[in-house]
Each structure stands twice: as C-alpha cells, then as structure tokens.
C-alpha cells in the first residue's frame, strides 16, 4: 500500500492497465494529472482540440484490442468531447475520457468552466462517473477500463474534481485480472439451441450470413472464417465489418445498404435465410429490406435491447444473446461433432456470377478527375497491413465500395453518428496502436476542414500517415440529395472559392503534398504520394458533379435501387 495524489493514483492504473498512449489537452483543472505523467513512460500526444483527442483515442480503440485513453480539462474541453464520445456510443467503441472538474465543493455552482458532465453525457455514453473525496479511484478507473471493453462496449467518461486529484489516496495495487475477470461472458449455446439452427440452415437453399461490426475483432473474424470454410455461404456485410472477411473472396459481396455494392443488393432479395451477426440492423440497411421480410431470420447478438426490437419486428426463427465469435464456434463444434455438411452449390454460383456480372464503374470519358477513380487507384495499394480512415461523406461509400479489405480493424469510419472530421484525428490514433501499419486517411474538403488543426499534429510529430483529399468544393453527398429532392436546388453546400489545400499542408511541413486535377497526371502523384516518406498529403480535385451510385432511394427497398449510367451487366 502507498500514499499519493489521485492524479498520481489515475497514472498509476492507466500503468496497471498496460496504457501507453495517452491523446489529450491540458488545462487548469487537469494540471496535476500532467504533471504526475513526468515520471512515468505513457506517452501523450497533444492534438489540436479535445474533439479530435477523444477522436484519436477512440481510433486507438478501434484498429486494437485495447482502450484508447483521453484526458483534457474541465468546461469546454469536456464539452468539446461530446461528439467524440457519441461517435463512439454509437459504433459500440470502447473509450475512457477523463476530464478535470472544479473543486467537488463548486460542482453546481457558477465556478468558472463548471459543467454538469453527467447531465450532458447521459444519454451519448455508456457510463458516466463523477469522482467524489469517497471513492476510491483504483477500482473505479481500473474496474472502467474492462466495462468499456464488456458485452456492448462504449465510452465511459469519468469527471475528476480539482481538490479529488490533489488529495492524497491509499493505492493498494490491486491485480487487474480481478476486473477483467469480473466481465468474462461465460454464455455458450446448448447442444439443442445449435440443433435447432442446424434444422434451420438444412432446411435452406440460399443463406445469406450478414455481418456487422460485432465480429470486427481477430477472436470474431477467425471464427467467421473458419465457420465459412466449413460452409461457404454467401456473405454481405455492413460497413462497420469491411475486413472480418477478405473481401477479395468471391463469396464475398460487400457492403450491404443504400449505397451498398449493386451484387450485395441484388443477392438479398434473393435468400431465404438471413443469418445476422453482431449487427444492429441500421436503417440504412434495415429499411430497405421492410419489416415484412420473406425469408427465415437467424440473429446472434450481445445486446438484449436489440434482440428485443428485432424480436418483436423480425419474428426471427433462430436468436441468441452473446458473444458472436464463441457463438460461431459453438456452431462450428457442434457441426464437426456432428459432421454436419451444407450443399448449396447453385446458390454460390449464383453469388459469384451476380459479384461477376454487376462491377462497380463510373464515368471513365470525363474530362475531370472522378472521385471512384482515385479510390480504385488507391486499392491497387492497400494490404493487408494497412490501415484506413475516412471522413464523411461521398469519399467514404466510395471507400466502402471499392476497397477490399483483407484484415479485422482495417477500416476505421464513422459509421451509426456520420460524423464529418473523423478522418484525421482518428488516423494519429490508428497510428499509435499501430505503428509498423501503413495508415492512409481518406478525407473530402468538407470533412477535412472541421478538423483541419490535425494537419498540424501529423506534421508537428512527424506521423507517416498519408492523407488523400477529393476536393470536389461542396459536400458532395448533400449535395446529390439535394439534387433529388429539391429539383436542383443547391443552398449551402458550395465552395464559392477554391482553396489549395497542399500548400497549406507545405506549410505546416508535409514531407510530400501536391495537387492534382488533370486526369492524365492522377497516376504518377498516386505512384509517388504511396512511395513517399513521412507525412503525406495528395489533394484530387475532382468532378463536382459526379454522383454517387448505386443508390437505393430514401422509403425505396433493394429492388429500387438505381444502379445509374455507368453500371451494367457485363
């Protein structure tokens, strides 16, 4: 046992816990956390505000198995936070933010910088904590660090008084393994549960297995892998799962939804068991199949809420609540006890012959650059070691569509929240959990503006993380809604000036940033953009008024889908 401060003592843990990075911004009320960080080996990198702290943090999280760490101050450096911790809440992320508070005698008082944290966090985190002169810190941080982490996992956010941290505390040293364990899901499928599926699956000629970000872990891919290789069903999956399975395998389809892949839409109307994992059925997704879907239903999640919903909407035939991969592996076992084999051969013909016959493409006789150009120029670049993040907007469907991820935590986007300025922060963070990864930041000039400080951050520290920009000067998804549902109409969503977005990239010190916009120079900056060193940058300006497909109509279902002039059957 040892006497120390509480910001000491919240160190001491982060050290405990195995943390190495910390992504933050100082302040008055957190002074002494980081002062007490000058003896120890975490690492904390200061980014431009405490949005894109929290973001980098939750990128961390994201591209590892660990928790990604952000500590900023009290009032508006919390508050900056909020949309960081609803991105994460809302893409079930585990993150811990701890942010410093007034003294706890001035909470609920005019103190300057006071806010009510739990009020304003309630509803966008999983948890929120307020630190009292009572409780005792070890346990909680240590104990928060694994709930993040547990069942559905989220954002935890932890408000820590002034006087809290400067108050000496007892540190005991407790063993983490007792919170760890303290979570283990212990939940198994019955020997009559995985008959039952099996009934289910054998009665079926066209299963479709669609998978969400649930299994977008190594212990949640391996199995779908191995549970495919037994049975090689058709796969969909939504865009919180690009890399649970390669994506460059013909069963394959892609991503599922409004602007899902035309053969991934195509293939869904065509199934009679719809086997969902670890997803959350988006509406994006959902709503476009109807709530009176004619096929059998098979859903394996770890939310009970969820199961509810779709309990009492989906009437589906199989369901259970746990975790996907050793939900999987139950199946597969008892599969291979039971020599269990599936023969759906036609129904796998006709999965590739669809993935074949319907190829993305885009308008290759324009005399601007496209923006789908400069992505399946990208993806002759990406492996299995890289490592993607994208903002929001036209530029990330585009991403979804034409990359073909090939590892779990390869694909890093804001998925349920869409929110624009995700790209950049998230990249550091990627980039720290994964320093020997190759880390290309996929960004529009919308979303690339919201969090245009991080340019800043990458060339200050040197980061080799490479950013490709598609700027077309509006917001380009927005736009084409507006398009539809306005009869062309467009308010607020141009650009009335350009701006060169490389040179402002030059002058915070990119090793390499250029510009690009004839389409006959596009190869040669992609070549050397991928070939540079040290922080990079390449800006494609691209075709305004390229549109994005395919697209299923806003109240349409798959079979309105509109595929546009450039994709079709070869």
């Known amino acids: 046992m040892k006497e120390m401060n509480g910001a000491e003592v919240l160190i001491k843990c982060l050290e405990d816990l195995g943390v190495k990075h910390i992504f933050g911004y100082t302040g008055a009320a957190i002074l002494p956390v980081f002062h007490a960080l000058r003896h120890s080996d975490i690492e904390i990198i200061v980014n431009s505000n405490e949005q894109s702290a929290a973001f980098s943090a939750a990128g961390y999280s994201r591209s590892s198995n660990r928790v990604g760490v952000a500590i900023v101050t009290s009032g508006p450096a919390i508050t900056n936070t909020l949309t960081s911790v609803a991105d994460a809440y809302g893409d079930s992320i585990p993150l811990l933010v701890f942010a410093g508070q007034v003294p706890e005698h001035k909470i609920g008082t005019d103190s300057f910088q006071h806010i009510n944290v739990k009020g304003i966090f309630r509803d966008a985190a999983r948890k929120v904590i307020q630190l009292s002169n009572d409780d005792d810190i070890e346990t909680i941080i240590k104990d928060a660090y694994y709930f993040a982490k547990s069942g559905k996992p989220g954002p935890v956010v932890i408000d820590f008084p002034l006087d809290k941290q400067m108050k000496n505390h007892e540190y005991h040293g407790i063993d983490v393994k007792r919170f760890e364990g303290s979570y283990h899901d212990d939940r198994h499928l019955s020997e009559s549960q995985c008959e039952n599926f099996f009934k289910l699956l054998l009665n079926s000629r066209r299963p479709l297995l669609y998978l969400g970000g649930g299994l977008n872990s190594e212990s949640g891919s391996q199995a779908v892998r191995e549970f495919n290789e037994l049975f090689g069903i058709p796969s969909v999956n939504t865009l919180m799962a690009k890399g649970v399975v390669d994506e460059r395998h013909d069963l394959n389809l892609g991503m599922l939804g409004m602007f899902g892949t035309p053969y991934a839409n195509m293939l869904i109307q065509e ?209 084409n809604l507006q398009d539809a549902a306005y009869e062309g109409v467009r308010t607020g969503t141009q650009r009335p000036k350009d701006v060169n977005f490389a040179e402002i990239a030059r002058s915070f010190g990119f090793s390499y940033a250029e510009r690009v916009s004839n389409r006959n120079d596009l190869n040669v900056k ?43 059957s070869t």
């Open 271 to 479: 199934n009679d068991l719809f086997f969902a994992i670890g997803v959350r059925w988006d509406d994006r997704v959902a709503e476009k199949v109807g709530f009176a879907i004619g096929t059998d239903i098979a859903y394996i999640d770890i939310n009970p809420e969820k199961m509810h919903q779709i309990k009492i909407e989906r009437s589906p035939k199989f369901t259970f609540i746990g975790d996907a991969a050793t939900a999987l592996r139950d199946l597969l076992n008892y599969a291979r006890k039971h020599n269990i084999r599936l023969d759906i051969r036609e129904w796998q013909i006709r999965a590739r012959y669809l993935k074949k016959s319907w190829p993305l493409n885009y308008n290759r006789s324009s005399e601007y650059i496209q923006a789908a150009k400069v992505i399946s120029m990208l993806a002759n670049h990406v492996d299995e070691s890289t490592k993607i993040t994208t903002g929001v907007g036209n530029h990330q469907m585009l991403a979804a569509q034409y990359l073909s991820m090939q590892c779990p935590k390869s694909f890093m986007t804001s998925g349920s929240f869409g929110t624009m300025g995700f790209s950049l922060p998230t990249a550091i963070g990627v980039h720290y959990a994964n320093p020997h990864s190759g880390v290309i930041a996929i960004d529009g000039d919308g979303s690339l503006r919201m969090n245009l400080g991080e340019l800043h951050t990458i060339a200050s520290l040197d980061l080799p993380i490479k950013i490709l920009m598609l700027n077309n000067r509006s917001d380009g998804m927005v736009q």
């Open 526 to 568: 992609m070549e050397a953009f991928i070939d540079a060193e040290g922080p990079c940058f390449l800006e494609a300006c691209t075709d305004r008024e390229e549109v994005l497909y395919p697209k299923v109509p806003a109240g349409g279902s798959y079979k309105d889908m509109i595929l546009g002039p450039y994709i079709k």
